[in-house]
């Protein structure tokens, strides 16, 4: 089993930037592919970024496509999602998702992951 925790959510005014971390345990999580969603109130919650096990592949929704960056520290166990240039539209809840993926592919369907953290708020103010 894989224990995904996030933080660095919070309240920011547009243009600010905030730093998600995903701090995994239970198992490493160097062969797993790694995603970042989120979900805001009445949606259906979409992949905005991920990565597959190595880091060298990358996937960004054209919503967050040059302001987020997502990466990866196998050696913390953690990956990281960098928001930049945020916008009012990019409040919602994001969520750490996991999958066991020693491939260089990465995965972007909520159900094609096995493991999901809890959340943290994220609210961007105009």
């Known amino acids: 089993q894989v224990q995904l925790i996030e933080s660095g959510g919070g309240l920011v005014q547009a243009g600010g930037s905030l730093r998600l971390s995903c701090a995994a345990s239970?198992?490493?999580?160097?062969?797993?592919?790694m995603g970042w969603f989120r979900q805001a109130p009445g949606e259906e919650r979409e992949c905005v970024a991920a990565?597959?096990?190595?880091?060298?592949?990358?996937y960004y929704s054209d919503s967050v496509k040059g302001r987020f960056t997502i990466s990866r520290d196998n050696a913390k166990n953690t990956v990281y999602l960098q928001m930049n240039s945020l916008k009012p539209e990019d409040t919602a809840v994001y969520y750490c998702?996991?999958?066991?993926?020693?491939?260089?592919?990465?995965?972007?369907?909520?159900?094609?992951?096995?493991?999901w953290g809890q959340g943290t708020q994220v609210t961007v103010s105009s």
């Open positions: 998702a996991a999958v066991s993926l020693f491939l260089d592919i990465v995965k972007i369907r909520t159900r094609e992951y096995n493991y």
């Open positions: 239970g198992r490493t999580i160097s062969s797993y592919g």
């Open positions: 990565v597959n096990w190595s880091g060298a592949r990358t």
